[in-house]
T-cell receptor
C-alpha cells in the first residue's frame, strides 16, 4: 500500500497568491483529515471528511481557507489569498472509520512557506 | 473540551537505556482511545502504540510499552533499549470513543546519546 500521498512536499509562494495542497488517502479509507503544524500552536485539526462529506470544519482559521473532497481518492486544501502567518507544515491523514481504533495514518506533509 | 499535556518539552537518554515520556489528559468521558505518535526529522507522523480506555492491560509493541493509569488520567510511554533511530518528537493523542477527532499534546523531543 502506498500510504497517504501528499503533494507538493514543499511549496514556496508570495503573499497574496493562491496555494493548493493535495492529498490522496489510503485506498478504502473513508475518513480524511487535514492538520496544520506550527511551532507555536502544535498540531491542529483544520477539517475532516467522512465519506467525502465535511463533518467538522471548526478548525479552519478563516474564510481564506477552503477544503474539498470531490471523490473518495482525492482532497484539496486551498488558501486564497495566502499570508506569511499561513507558513506551516500541513498534514493529511486518513482512517478506516469502522475499525476498532479508527487510527489515523498520516501523509508526509507539505511544508508551506509564504514570503 | 479534552486536553492533552506533555510536560517534558525535551528528554535525552543514553543509547541502550530506558526512557519514559509523560502524558496526562483531561476528560470526563469513560470511552476513549490514546495514542503515541513518533515524528522523526523526516516529519512523517508514525503511530507507535495505542490503548483503549476500557482495557486494563497496558499495551506493548516490541520495545515500546505504556503505563496507562486511568484514574490518574496518565498515559506514559516507555522505550526500552533505546536506539539512535528512536530520536524524534513524540506526540501523545486522545480520541473520544464516539468521535474521530484527535487531540494532540505539545510533543516531547527525544534525543538519544551514543
Amino acid at each position: 500500500d502506498a500510504g497517504v500521498i501528499q503533494s507538493p512536499r514543499h511549496e514556496v509562494t508570495e503573499m497574496g497568491q493562491e496555494v493548493t495542497l493535495r492529498c490522496k488517502p489510503i485506498s478504502g479509507h473513508n475518513s480524511l483529515f487535514w492538520y496544520r503544524q506550527t511551532m507555536m500552536r502544535g498540531l491542529e485539526l483544520l477539517i475532516y471528511f467522512n465519506n467525502n462529506v465535511p463533518i467538522d470544519d471548526s478548525g479552519m482559521p478563516e474564510d481564506r481557507f477552503s477544503a474539498k473532497m470531490p471523490n473518495a481518492s482525492f482532497s484539496t486544501l486551498k488558501i486564497q489569498p495566502s499570508e506569511p502567518r499561513d507558513s506551516a507544515v500541513y498534514f493529511c491523514a486518513s482512517s478506516l472509520g469502522r475499525s476498532l481504533y479508527n487510527e489515523q495514518f498520516f501523509g508526509p506533509g507539505t511544508r508551506l512557506t509564504v514570503l | 473540551a479534552q486536553t492533552v499535556t506533555q510536560s517534558q518539552p525535551e528528554m535525552s537518554v543514553q543509547e541502550a537505556e530506558t526512557v519514559t515520556l509523560s502524558c496526562t489528559y483531561d476528560t470526563s468521558e469513560s470511552d476513549y482511545y490514546l495514542f503515541w505518535y513518533k515524528q522523526p526529522p523526516s516529519r512523517q507522523m508514525i503511530l507507535v502504540i495505542r490503548q483503549e480506555a476500557y482495557k486494563q492491560q497496558n499495551a506493548t509493541e516490541n520495545r515500546f510499552s505504556v503505563n496507562f493509569q486511568k484514574a490518574a488520567k496518565s498515559f506514559s510511554l516507555k522505550i526500552s533499549d533505546s536506539q539512535l533511530g528512536d530520536a524524534a518528537m513524540y506526540f501523545c493523542a486522545y480520541r473520544s470513543g464516539g468521535a474521530q477527532k484527535l487531540v494532540f499534546g505539545q510533543g516531547t523531543r527525544l534525543t538519544i546519546n551514543p
